[in-house]
C-alpha cells in the first residue's frame, strides 16, 4: 500500500469498486462543482481522523429522512431489525431545524437516506430544496428507485439535487429476485428518464450512480457495465457485507474505525446513532429535538468511542464487535469487456444470491 493509500483510504472506501474509467471519474469530480470546496472536505475526511483529530464539526452528515422501506432484500440487515424501529418518515420541521444548524457551521455535504427509501417521504423534494436554499453544496442520497415517477424525476432535478445513487443489483431475473417488487425493465426505463430529463434541460445534475453487491453480477459484469456505464455517471461495485450479530468471518485485529471523527448519523426521528452501521440502535449519541448537532459532536459519548478507537479496545463496543467493516479485505479480479480490473472483497463475507428470493411464494 502506498503512501496515498495509507493517507486517504480506509475500508469504507475500499469495498466501493469504481468500474467507470479515470477520465470518466474526474469528469464526474467536475461535474459537481466547487472542486476547490471539494478539495477542502475531502481533506478534513480522511486526514483529520488519521491524526484522531476531532474537527470543530463535520463537513458531512447522514439525515434519516425516511426509515420505512417497501422493499425486503435478502441481504438487507432489515430484515434482523426489530419492525418497530423500521417505520416513520422524518418531521419537516425537525429537517429544518437540523439544516438550519448544517448550513450555520458550514456543512460541505448531506445525504438523505439511510437504512430505508427516502422516495417513500412525500416532501423529500422540498427537503432537497430546502437544503440547496440554506447552502449546502452536495445534496445527495441513496434508493432503490423503485417509488421514482416522472413527476419525482422533474422536481428532483429542478430542486436542485446534485448526486442520487441508485441500488441495482444483478440483472433481468437475478435483480427482480433481489429488489421486489422493482422490475429490472422498469429501473432501467426510470435512470434513463432521469438522465434524459437532466440532459434537455442543460443540466449538469443530479449525477447518477449505479451500484451493485458483486456476488449478484459476478458471472456477467461486462453485460451489467454495458449496459450502465451508457446511463450512468459512475458505475461502482460494492463488496458483499455479511451483516448481523448471528455471523462471524475473519476480523482485522489492527482495524481503526475514521467514522466518529468525520460524520453524524441522525435516524428519521432525530436520535443520533454511533454510525451508519447501527440499524439495531445499539448506542444512541444523543438526540438532536434537544440537544445540537454541535453538543453532541463533542459530547461525552462522541468522545468515549473515540477513546476506544484510540486505545485499540474497539472490539469492546458491541456494534464494532460484528461490523462487517472490520473484516480482512483481499483482492479479486473481473473480466470486463476482456480488461482485468483488480477489486477489493472482503474474506469469507460471500451473499448466496442463487438461493435467494425476495418474492412472495406462490400459494399451493
Same mark, same amino acid.
Given at each position: ?10 475500508? /469504507? ?13 474526474? &469528469?464526474?469530480?467536475? /461535474? ?10 475531502? #481533506?478534513?475526511? &480522511? ?16 439525515? *434519516? ?11 438487507? $440487515? ?6 418497530? $424501529? ?10 429544518? +431545524? ?12 448531506? =445525504? ?6 427516502? $422516495? ?10 430546502? !437544503? ?13 428507485? *423503485? ?5 419525482? #424525476? ?16 444483478? $440483472? ?38 449505479? @451500484?451493485?453487491? &458483486?456476488? !449478484? ?5 461486462? *453485460? ?26 475473519? @476480523? ?6 475514521? *467514522?466518529? %471523527? ?11 446513532? @454511533? ?13 438532536? +429535538?434537544? @440537544?445540537?448537532?454541535?453538543?453532541? %459532536? ?27 467493516? #472490520? ?14 480490473? =483488480?477489486?477489493?472483497?472482503? #474474506? ?12 412472495? +411464494?406462490?400459494?399451493?
Amino acid at each position: 500500500m502506498g503512501v496515498f493509500e495509507k493517507l486517504f483510504g480506509s475500508h /469504507r472506501e475500499m469495498d466501493y469498486n469504481r468500474l467507470s474509467g479515470r477520465i470518466k471519474n474526474l &469528469y464526474f469530480i467536475i /461535474r459537481r462543482g466547487n472542486v476547490l470546496r471539494q478539495l477542502i472536505d475531502r #481533506t478534513k475526511w &480522511y486526514l483529520a481522523p488519521k491524526f484522531f483529530y476531532v474537527v470543530g464539526f463535520p463537513t458531512h452528515i447522514d439525515i *434519516e429522512t425516511s426509515v420505512s422501506c417497501q422493499m425486503r432484500c435478502p441481504m438487507c $440487515l432489515r430484515r434482523q431489525v426489530d419492525p418497530k $424501529l423500521l417505520s416513520g418518515i422524518m418531521d419537516f420541521d425537525l429537517y429544518k +431545524k437540523i439544516i438550519d444548524e448544517c448550513s450555520e457551521r458550514g456543512v460541505y455535504s448531506v =445525504k438523505l437516506s439511510w437504512r430505508g427509501e427516502p $422516495l417513500l417521504n412525500p416532501r423529500i423534494v422540498e427537503m432537497v430544496k430546502y !437544503a440547496k436554499n440554506r447552502g449546502i453544496k452536495d445534496v445527495a442520497f441513496l434508493t432503490n428507485g *423503485e417509488r421514482l415517477s416522472p413527476e419525482l #424525476t422533474v422536481g428532483l432535478v429542478e430542486a436542485g439535487l446534485d448526486w442520487i445513487s441508485f441500488s441495482i443489483d444483478g $440483472l433481468d431475473d437475478m435483480y427482480e429476485r433481489i429488489r421486489y417488487p422493482a422490475t429490472y425493465e422498469g429501473i432501467v426505463k426510470k435512470v434513463k428518464y432521469l438522465k434524459e430529463y437532466r440532459d434537455q434541460r442543460g443540466r449538469n445534475k443530479p449525477l447518477i450512480r449505479v @451500484q451493485t453487491i &458483486y456476488s !449478484a453480477i459476478k458471472e456477467n459484469p461486462s *453485460e451489467y457495465f454495458r449496459i450502465w456505464d451508457k446511463i450512468a455517471d459512475k458505475v461502482y461495485v460494492i463488496a458483499d457485507q455479511v451483516r448481523g450479530d448471528r455471523v462471524r468471518f475473519p @476480523q482485522d485485529p489492527n482495524y481503526v474505525c475514521l *467514522e466518529p %471523527w468525520r460524520r453524524i448519523t441522525i435516524g428519521w426521528n432525530g436520535v443520533v446513532q @454511533q454510525c451508519i452501521t447501527d440499524y439495531e440502535e445499539f448506542n444512541s449519541l444523543g438526540d438532536v +429535538k434537544n @440537544q445540537s448537532l454541535y453538543e453532541i %459532536w463533542h459530547g461525552a459519548k462522541f468522545n468515549e468511542l473515540r477513546d476506544l478507537i484510540k486505545n485499540k479496545k474497539i472490539y469492546t463496543n458491541n456494534l464494532c464487535s460484528i461490523c462487517h467493516d #472490520t473484516g480482512i479485505m483481499c483482492e479479486e479480479v473481473m473480466r470486463i469487456n476482456g480488461k482485468d480490473i =483488480k477489486i477489493c472483497v472482503y #474474506t469469507d463475507q460471500v451473499i448466496d444470491f442463487k438461493n435467494m428470493d425476495a418474492r412472495p +411464494k406462490a400459494r399451493t
